[in-house]
Each structure stands twice: as structure tokens, then as C-alpha cells.
């Protein structure tokens, strides 16, 4: 499979708790972003990179929230003192460097809980 | 800024029967807008896009939309819809910051 994965599929921590999430795009793909979608809502935008810089943070991302791609290879997501309304689906996408406007491939997802 | 909108949460139609999903958009300059698809547990997939040119774009599994700048609408359809086509469809636009910003969404259900 060829595609983008994300893991884990599914987390369930305790509020307080630090979390990880991990995206690995497609392979040839320059730029990477993370989104995050809550029920009955389209995803919103938190951080995109291209190749290992981080070029746009969403001010939905608080500082609680971190992402890297220290080898603009794989990125990870870490949010940190996880609160109730961290609760969500984190979506990964990437695409090759637009030229043309370029579709993003997205990744199943990573189901965060927070009880 | 640009944004969508999706002015309808449900749409039900009947196997068989043409489907339209509505979608408006809101932009500062030349428009880019996409169609995704989410089924459940699964990831977003991409079914088309409009860039430039004609007006009708054609996508997968038989979807279409059509482009109407005075209208600023973007509607998706489908001649003949299929149960298998019963998913959650989101309209989207290209950001000028390379992000896509993405409607709220409408679940489309199929009856047979």
C-alpha cells in the first residue's frame, strides 16, 4: 500500500496525559499537513510542511500542540496535557509541491479520545 | 477569505435517480475548488477538481460537477446513484497559504 498511514487508528487517554501521533506520506510527496475534525464538521486546518520545514501554523494549534518532520519524511503530531476538547479525528494529508493545485491524499486518521 | 458552504446536512435520494449536493463558495480571486469523499472509518478521497476550463469536470466513480461562476456554486452529481454511493461529500477550496479549507460537510444517503 502505497498511500498515507497514520498510527495509531484509535487513542483513548486520560485528560492530563501527553499523546503522539504519527503520518507517513506518500513517499515522493514534498508537503505534509495536519488536520483535525470533529463530529459533523469538516476538517480544519493546523500545520503544514514542506520537506522539513513547518511553513503555516493554524492559530487553532495551541502551544500544547507540536508537530515535526525532522527528515521530511514521517511527521508527528504531539499534543501535550491533553484537555476533553482535544477529542477528535487527526487527519494526515500530503501532496508532491503544487504546480497545478494538486489534490491532497489523505491518511485513514488517527481517533483521539480524551476521557 | 475563502470559504465554502454546504447549505444542506442530508440528502436523500432514491437508487437510481440523479443526485445533486449543493456546495457556494466564497473567493478572493480565481476560485480552486475540490470534492471529497469520506466513508466510514476510511480517509478523505479526492473525486475531482476544478481548476480552469470547461465548466462540467468529470471524476471518479461517475461524479461530475459543474461550475457556475455567477452562481458561485460548485454542485456535485451523479446521473444514476448507487447505495454504494451513500458516504459524508465535502466541498473544498485551495487556500491561498497551500491549505484547503473544507464545508461542513453533507451525508449523502441512498435508499434501494
Known amino acids: 500500500d502505497t498511500g498515507v498511514s497514520q498510527n495509531p487508528r484509535h487513542k483513548i487517554t486520560k485528560r492530563g496525559q501527553n499523546v503522539t501521533f504519527r503520518c507517513d506520506p506518500i513517499?515522493?510527496?514534498?508537503?505534509l499537513y495536519w488536520y483535525r475534525q470533529t463530529l459533523g464538521q469538516g476538517p480544519e486546518f493546523l500545520t503544514y510542511?514542506?520537506?522539513?520545514?513547518?511553513?503555516?501554523k493554524s492559530r487553532l494549534l495551541s502551544d500544547r500542540f507540536s508537530a515535526e518532520r525532522p527528515k521530511g519524511s514521517f511527521s508527528t503530531l504531539e499534543i501535550q496535557r491533553t484537555e476533553q476538547g482535544d477529542s477528535a479525528m487527526y487527519l494526515c494529508?500530503?501532496?508532491?509541491?503544487?504546480?497545478?493545485?494538486?489534490?491532497?491524499?489523505f491518511g485513514p486518521g488517527t481517533r483521539l479520545t480524551v476521557l | 477569505a475563502q470559504s465554502v458552504a454546504q447549505p444542506e446536512d442530508q440528502v436523500n435520494v432514491a437508487e437510481g435517480n440523479p443526485l445533486t449536493v449543493k456546495c457556494t463558495y466564497s473567493v478572493s480571486g480565481n476560485p480552486y475548488l475540490f470534492w471529497y469523499v469520506q466513508y466510514p472509518n476510511r480517509g478523505l478521497q479526492f473525486l475531482l477538481k476544478y481548476i480552469t476550463g470547461d465548466n462540467l469536470v468529470k471524476g471518479s466513480y461517475g461524479f461530475e460537477a459543474e461550475f457556475n461562476k455567477s452562481q458561485t456554486s460548485f454542485h456535485l452529481k451523479k446521473p444514476s446513484a448507487l447505495v454504494s454511493d451513500s458516504a459524508l461529500y465535502f466541498c473544498a477550496v485551495y487556500s491561498s497559504a497551500s491549505k484547503i479549507i473544507f464545508g461542513s460537510g453533507t451525508r449523502l444517503s441512498i435508499r434501494p
Open positions: 510542511f514542506q520537506n522539513e520545514a513547518q511553513l503555516e
Open positions: 513517499s515522493e510527496h514534498n508537503r
Open positions: 494529508a500530503s501532496s508532491p509541491v503544487p504546480s497545478s493545485y494538486n489534490e491532497q491524499f
